[in-house]
């Protein structure tokens, strides 16, 4: 199905100055989102997969001194060198992004409804009591009841999953081509967290819009997503379809992430599979592989950095060894 | 399993209410834990879920009497831990300790890991003084800690060795029954994996029975025996833990299985999905507090409260449909 | 009563342990602004301490020949209507300034350290003192402290108390919002489940992560003492003449602004410098210790 | 709301009750008999008697504050010895000046404030920032009594264009009433507004570093939209609250600035009070200044409800 992708992400790096000098947050990243498919962004806390999504808006504030490199190809556009008057235009309107904590990602002194009612004012050059209208009927497709007068409701009087589904409605007002979500459910309950995620993939398929959604919870992965992109310390390592990650993971990290899970699966009497050490530090970043100090399988060859190889179609992963096991190692059921 | 020992907690009717607000004329009560009974035996993990708001940690700080109880009994070791005065108090204090959820905030920064973890020994005068120091060096290493960790600050550590520190500092007076509120939700999945296995090798080592509190199933069910589940303040099941997983009776208790994102894409099975939030505990529903989202409430479930009774050999539930429709 | 003493003692290990540290002390000395503080402030505490050396002159010896003589070799600031040396007098000056700021920012601190932790450890007192506070601090500075001279009489240690009083509430009021933050933090509850007592709690976990909002409001407390004496000596309820203060030259310089501009210009400029250090060190600490303050860079 | 509004009115009394008793409490501090040092050495014993039995001095100190206090509630200060008249009248004669040069300069200092903070947090970090924030910083050390003086050395003595000293009333017309007011004012405003300043500053920092701020960004909003709409909403319920106890500073400079430039406001009959050992007018000037200054920050509480629909709405 080779049609044109809606995003491609060609060697993205970001860069932070901090006291202590340039940190690399994300290291040559690459990777193409078609519409109607929802990839996942998957990794630990400082893998830099937020930073990735980040960078797709280049929502890094005014003064932050953040650096990007490379391109990021959208309807024939590369994002990161068009004027900021031209990407505003793009934000909320064509790639739209919702967040994680819904508790404080709504504005406090400002109603729900005006604050959906903008972006449609911005983007679509409706008025305000068009735009308005046009609010309801995105509450009312987001699930909320009676939407009429939630509209008029200010954000501290409504529930976490209402207002992550007011997020998910003022991100779609404008019927984006992607929609971004930063761990949209992991602040929720488990209960409220499966209401979202139906919800979105309805959205999906009626909007036929891409979805890059990022997560640390593999359940979640398996239940949404088509293709998935796992990250560690600002690299991608793997990148397959999510059947074959839970089937024949090739990269130890992904192994070790994936065993290292207490899920239904797993056998109750024996021990969790521990990914040796700790993720290390973005400012003394290990040179070669950066997994190979934690990868029981490290020799002299991981010294120099591995690449993104093509393993079949749609499997990629960045390892000297891949699919490497120890002998008896069972793969998951 | 463990054997048939005694058991070492024993609550009964636990209650407590929360005024809203400071003032005396404002009577309106949170209802946060409403008559909660269980019994956790020695050498066991009883695991307590539910969502968040379920009053769950507020049962866990009852039982430990870090907060009053409004009513009801908890008794450790055939004692009621209520009606204890301050000699006897503090040694059930020394007995019963707790873990917290956040490793960033559960130390003082001002203070050196191993002072503070000396400090505990210190208020409860566990051996000489000066061989404080070489006992914190021993709970250092059971931990997996080093011995030069003792004069580093907390900022100098990650998520995962703060826990150890912080479990460390509980296991320092040689308790008997560790309440674990949320330790492991705030950490990464690799540090996630190595606390639970190090929580489980100190209970064999150290014959620790723990009260697991969780919102993460799948990790609860990895590490308890037992699991209760709790919504809205009330305990709607109790079982084993493999029988509650094979056979939930409970209607929440299903929902809630149902709704754990289960990391095998080929797993597609009938979910339940609940629709509606949960209600404010201020004025919770009549009846059973589940009945305004249960997909098979009737008239029954608005009027009268569902009992916790046995339905199966160690296994209880708390609702009026029960018996006509699963067994 | 000696564990107190070495939990004090150990806040004080612990505080200038940080202190001694290097990354702490570069980091405060890589900010330029409160480094030109620290110069600022070393030049009028030097001027302070060996005041009668630096001085040409008695400070308070008349010479009735030399009146309202411009600032010359001999007289580098001029001299006053009674011929005394404006220069020698505000090097003198300098004494009373830092030793009431001083004395100010200590009382103050010491109270409202005890005040702030207690109103924010025990919930039934919190209501009492807050009141009390909020009594207090409804209060201008200036109008308090006038009044506590006009009861008290003209001397420095009544300067003293009274603008201690008047910053007693601002101190309790920063200590209790920081100490309300640090008792809800989890290590609290911690100690509190393992049965520690109250004073241990308050003095050994409470107090350390207080100090940092506690020293950079006390700097700030410094430069304000500094301008409150000035300003009663300059209503003539401060410091009594004939003793030198920055307030009572200035006092002197009001009436002859036309002929003699020099006597009210240099006390001012003192002044200045000695506030403008004390807030330039005041912002420098406070980009240093409060984590969650945003620097100039982010 | 209405009970918000009933909650803070509550929190008001005591304080009110707190500012009455250090009040009263401050003047009879003195050490020996307040009416020897009131009429001074020379007077006779039977004058000191009369005075004491007129002022009740010989009374327990309960039964003084309880009438004192009965006679502040009906509007009775007390009695002037040294003005021969009710405290009440003398402070309402002085009052015109204060409460005009206090409005003048916190108006300027606002308009000037505001704006600096506003600027200077937006473009956080860029030379703008660092030349605001220092002109803000010189604005707090310098107190307004010396710049005060400079401006009268400047302005009255070399230029020419305003008077030295002196006050005239609105009555006289505005041109000339605002020619007295403009350099006391300004030399007023100028610490005040370098506080403002400073706090708006810092809070609409605060501000941007919400998550709902990188919302309206990802809206594709454009940067000065987010900060007038979003942020600056936001960001004023701290700085209403540093305008609110900052007046005690403004009231206390006031005080200073009247005898730079010989404006008759409250300030002034306080300190001729002081000197005149005028127990009464002390007592009663300063228990005005306090219920002023909590009553201003009881408007300023009552301002949050329409800024901060969660304080509005609150039930």
Redesign the interface.
Known sequence: MKKQPLLEVRDLKTRFST?TGLVTAVDGVCFQIYSGETVGLVGESGCGKSVTSLSILRLF?K???TRLEGKILFEERDLLTVPLDEIQTIRGNKISMIFQDPMTSLNPVYTVGDQIAESIVLHQKLDRKQALAKAVTMLELVGIPSPESRIHDYPHQLSGGMRQRVMIAMGLACQPKLLIADEPTTALDVTIQAQILELMQKLQCELNMGIILITHDLGVVAEVCDRVLVMYLGQIVEECPVEVLFDNPLHPYTCGLIRSIPSMATNRREELHVIAGMVPSLYHVPAGCHFAPRCPYADAQCGNPPELVTIDAEHKVRCWHPGARASGERRLA | MATQAAPLVEVEQLVKYFPVSKNYFDLRVVKAVNRISLSIREGETYGLVGESGCGKSTTGRLI?R?IEPTAGEVRFQGKNVLKLANEE??KV?QDM??V???PF???????RVGSAIK??MD??EIGPPNDRKARTYDILDKVGLQKDHYDRYPHEFSGGQRQRV?LA?ALA?GPKFVVCDEPVSALDVSTQSQIINLLEKLQRDLKLTYLFIAHNLSVVRHISDRIGVMYLGHLMEEAATDNLFARPLHPYTQALLSAIPHPNPRHKRKRVVLSGDVPSPLNPPTGCVFHTRCPIAVGACRDTVPVLHQVAPGHNVACHKVHEWNI | MDIAANAILK?KT?FLESIRRNIVVR?FMSNR?AVTGCALLTIIFLMAIFAPLLATQPPLEMKVTDRLKAPSAAYWFGTDEFGRDVYSRVVHGSRISISVGLSVVVISSVLGLVLGLYSAYYRHLDNLIM??V???????????A????????PKVENVIISISVVYIPTVARTVRSAALVVRE???I????????KPW?IIW??IA??CMSPLIVQATFIF?YAV??E??LS????GTPPPQPSWGNI?SD??TL??QA?WI??FP?IA??MT??GL??IG?GLRDLLDPH??K??? | MVKYIFKRIC?LL??????A???FV??????GDPAAVMLGSDATDADLAKLREQLGLNLPIYVQFGRWLWGVLHGNLGWSIFMDMPVSTAIWQHLGPTVSLTILAEVIAIAVAIPLGVAAAAN??TWL??LF?TLA??G????S??IG??F??LFA?KLGWFP?AGYQPLSSGLVNHLKYLIMPAVSLGIMQGALIARMTR?SL??VL?ENYIRTAEAKGLKYWVIIFKHALRNAFIPILTVIG?TF??????A??TE??FNIPGIGKL??TA??R?D?AV??G??LM???A??LINLVIDLLYALIDPRVRLSK
Do not use: C
Request: hydrophobic share 55%; no cysteine.
């Open positions: 006291e504030g003064h932050s001194g | 430990l870090l108090l503090r204090r300790q707790i917290f959820q956040d905030s559960a130390l003082n920064p001002r203070i400090e505990t208020i409860f912080v500092r007076v | 806040k612990n980091r602004l009141r009390v909020d009594g207090l601090m409804a209060f201008p500075a200036v109008l308090l006038i009044a506590i001279m006009a009861a008290l009489g933090q989890t290590y509850e911690a100690i509190q489940a393992l049965g520690g241990r050994r976990h350390p992560n430069a301008i409150i000035a300003s300059f209503l003539g309820a200035l310089g009001r602004i036309r501009w009210m210009v001012g002044i200045v506030v403008l807030n330039l912002d303050t945003n100039a860079k982010s | 929190y005591p304080v009110l009750a707190v500012v008793i250090v009040d401050i003047i009879h501090l003195t050490p956080r970090g920032d660092q924030m910083l010189l707090i050390s310098i107190p009594f010396w003086l400079n009268i050395l003595v030295a810092s920092l605060e570093n106890l005690a500073v403004l009231i206390g400079g005080v200073v005898t730079v306080v300190v002081v000197l050992r127990y002390i007592q000037a300063i200044t306090a219920t200054y909590v």
